[in-house]
């Protein structure tokens, strides 16, 4: 399942999304906790402050209960015992509802209050007194236990709020990270992946064949990745088609030239058979006529038909290197070997017979590596091409001189034709496939392209130069190997 860059980017930037939502339920969470504690906070100082607010006005009932009592004017002291009372009494009932042990000592305070508004009396006082003392004092116990909750209450505000900073902080930081090393490796992964496939499809370009990339991705790049593995198979795959196809055609275009210079060896042989048959049907007849034949004209005789019958013997020796299969791999080869082994068998062909051919062949050559078999082929074309190239030529003697040199750590191989020459026009187009100016049935068919692929599969290069109404030069330069004497 191939998933898209585009959707990557919209699946990152939900992922962190989501974890943004996840902090932000987090920090929501968080709030509600610390509003539930100011809460509490608010209802601690609410209460505290009623309790203050009662026992402050319980403390200075006590106090002038107390000083009327000392001062003995218990009867001038009624009026602001009731007062002070009356001002706290009030928030009596608030208190209750808060505290509910408080309800004991508001009840008896209001009978209390009763008994000594009906009789004003110094027992009701020392009554009123003591009560008020005894709810003080619980009030205060009270106020106590609210201040220690305040303070509980501060202290788990605090280390809720920082616990939840911290968490954030963490989680903020954390998530940063992770999605910055996300976003990172993504995109180092991406850039390494490209720069694969840069150097992939360049060296398929230029000639690469070997393993194809391991795609790892399922998003465009490895689409991509996918399409150069399937161009490499398929150029690979063209290539052999292209290379058995120029083989068949090599090996057609090579027995075309055997069968070309079938009609001109079979002449070559017909001589010496013949010269043969008439020596042996003269000694017949001379036998058979019983005239004396002395031992030197037998000896003669013998002589001419073994000279004969090597001549027929290194024309099938020539015909038979020719034609026999040679390795299709590069090895290193002589190239004068090849250049003398086909300019001798060449010479048969009856378009070489009134043309002067000329080796010219440096005798210290280097090797180099290429198909001995190509080689001979391309020169065979070459020399054919060049003999054509005679036809119409007046004036001057046909000539064809083949040489061999080296030069700047390469073997030039060049064959020279004094023959009609080459326009411009032509001559840009002559390594063209298929492109030919011979009338049908005369041309070669194997064509300067077949000659050029042939050359560049060794790593050479092959060029024409040509003068109309000069010749043609074609020449060929091959990397050398080493050096090694030539033969012959």
């Not at 932000?24 to 209802?43: P, T």
């Not at 009867?75 to 208190?95: G, M, W």
């Not at 001798?344 to 062909?349: E, L």
Request: proline share 3%.
């Amino acid at each position: 399942m191939r998933i898209r860059l585009r959707t990557k980017a919209i699946l990152a930037f939900l992922a962190f999304a989501i974890y943004l939502a996840i902090i932000g339920l987090y920090v929501v969470h968080g709030r509600e906790k610390l509003f539930h504690i100011v809460q509490q906070l608010d209802l601690v100082h609410g209460n505290h402050e009623l309790l203050t607010k009662v026992n402050s006005g319980l403390t200075h009932s006590i106090v002038t209960l107390q000083s009327a009592l000392n001062s003995g004017t218990t009867e001038s002291a009624y009026d602001e015992i009731l007062l002070d009372v009356a001002a706290f009494t009030p928030q009596l009932p608030r208190l209750n509802e808060i505290y509910a042990e408080s309800v004991r000592y508001t009840g008896r305070l209001e009978q209390v209050i009763t008994e000594l508004s009906a009789k004003r009396s110094r027992d009701a006082m020392i009554a009123l007194r003591d009560l008020e003392q005894e709810f003080a004092e619980k009030l205060e116990k009270l106020e106590t236990e609210i201040e220690e909750r305040s303070r509980m209450l501060n202290k788990h505000y605090g280390e809720l709020n920082q616990h939840i900073t911290v968490i954030i902080s963490i989680m903020t930081l954390l998530g940063l990270a992770l999605f910055g090393a996300g976003v990172t490796w993504f995109f180092t992964r991406l850039a390494s992946d490209i720069n694969r496939l840069e150097e992939r499809a360049v060296a398929v370009v230029t000639g690469y064949r070997g393993e194809l990339l391991a795609v790892a991705r399922h998003d465009e790049v490895g689409g991509l990745m996918e399409a150069i593995n399937r161009m490499q198979s398929e150029l690979h795959h063209r290539e052999q088609q292209q290379e058995i196809s120029l083989q068949q055609r090599f090996h057609q275009e090579k027995m075309a030239a055997v069968g070309s210079l079938a009609a001109a060896v079979a002449h070559e042989v017909s001589n010496p058979i013949n010269s043969i048959s008439g020596i042996a049907q003269y000694t017949i007849d001379t036998i058979r006529s019983h005239q004396p034949l002395d031992d030197e004209t037998l000896c003669g005789n013998a002589e001419v038909m073994l000279e004969q019958t090597e001549r027929i013997g290194l024309i099938m020796r020539r015909l038979a290197d020719f034609s026999a299969p040679h390795s299709p791999d590069p090895e290193l080869i002589n190239v004068n070997e090849v250049v003398q082994a086909t300019c001798s068998f060449i010479r048969y062909d009856k378009r070489f017979r009134q043309v002067d051919l000329v080796p010219d062949l440096d005798r210290d050559l280097p090797a180099v590596r290429a198909v001995a078999d190509h080689l001979t082929q391309v020169l065979m074309n070459l020399l054919i091409n060049a003999a054509d190239a005679m036809d119409g030529v007046t004036g001057r003697k046909p000539a064809i001189r083949v040489s061999t040199h080296q030069a700047d750590g390469e073997l030039i191989l060049s064959v020279h034709d004094n023959g009609q020459g080459i326009a411009p026009a032509i001559l840009a187009q002559a390594f063209e496939q298929s492109f030919t100016t011979k009338p049908a049935g005369k041309g070669r068919g194997i064509g300067l392209y077949l000659c050029k692929t042939l050359i560049e599969g060794s790593g050479g290069r092959i060029k024409l130069e040509s003068s109309p109404g000069v010749g043609t030069s074609a020449l060929i330069r091959l990397p050398a190997q080493h050096r090694q004497a030539a033969a012959g």
